[in-house]
């Protein structure tokens, strides 16, 4: 069955450090692959996505995401997070006239 | 920047009574949609609109449910009869075809 897995359901981070939040897909054809941020209480803010091409996708906010094909995967990362970052992550596919979510990654940035 | 507007932000209902989400979606924008999101956990897809009619729907949206875009702007989301685990987050999203776009959301409490 077609599905995306966040392995992650919490992630600490250092204000300052690198970030990787983990992706993975299960589907077919190639994916159109999605990831948003959710701030506490808000709505739904795409970051960036992947439809074909480059295979490394750059967002906003410093975010980006690298599309490997042979590891289905679509991790999402940024060099130096800021405390804003703090929200949860939400990876997602396009397939079958719907976005799929993943169960969502939560970020904590300490100082 | 073009955006997905719903209202009300918070709406509270009694158990049993009917509520009407509503979304003013982009104008230049042809997909529709609606996903829900219970507290804590994954953000979750209901249905899609197209063309002036319902192009794919989940197992949630049962028979409680429908969606209307009366009069070319608006885009709503109706419970016949709402239950108790009906409280959750509501998404409007609408989409040119990719990339959707979405509204802040409705809080839905049923009490």
């Known amino acids: 069955a077609q599905s995306v897995t966040q392995p992650d359901i919490h992630i600490t981070v250092s204000e300052g450090a690198s970030l990787e939040l983990r992706c993975n897909y299960s589907y077919g054809a190639t994916p159109y692959l999605f990831w948003y941020v959710q701030s506490p209480g808000q709505g739904l803010q795409l970051l960036l996505k992947?439809?074909?091409?480059?295979?490394l996708v750059q967002g906003i906010k410093g975010f980006e995401a690298e599309f490997k094909r042979s590891q289905s995967s679509f991790n999402l990362r940024k060099p130096s997070v800021h405390w804003s970052d703090a929200a949860e992550y939400f990876c997602?596919?396009?397939?079958?006239?719907?976005?799929?979510f993943g169960t969502g990654t939560r970020l904590t940035i300490i100082p | 920047e073009p955006e997905v507007t719903q209202t009300p932000s918070h709406q509270v209902t009694q158990m049993g009574q009917e509520v009407i989400l509503r979304c003013v979606p982009i104008?230049?924008?042809?997909?529709f949609y609606w996903y829900r999101q219970i507290l804590g956990q994954k953000v979750e897809f209901l249905v899609s609109f197209y063309n002036n009619e319902i192009s794919e729907k989940s197992e949630i949206f049962d028979d409680q449910f429908s969606v209307e875009r009366p009069d070319g702007s608006n885009f709503t989301l109706k419970i016949r009869s709402t239950k108790l685990e009906d409280s959750a987050m509501y998404f409007c999203a609408s989409a040119p075809r990719w990339g959707y776009t979405f509204g802040s959301g409705t809080r839905l409490t049923v009490v």
């Open positions: 997602a596919y396009f397939g079958n006239e719907k976005l799929t």
């Open positions: 992947y439809f074909s091409g480059d295979t």
């Open positions: 104008s230049n924008h042809l997909y």
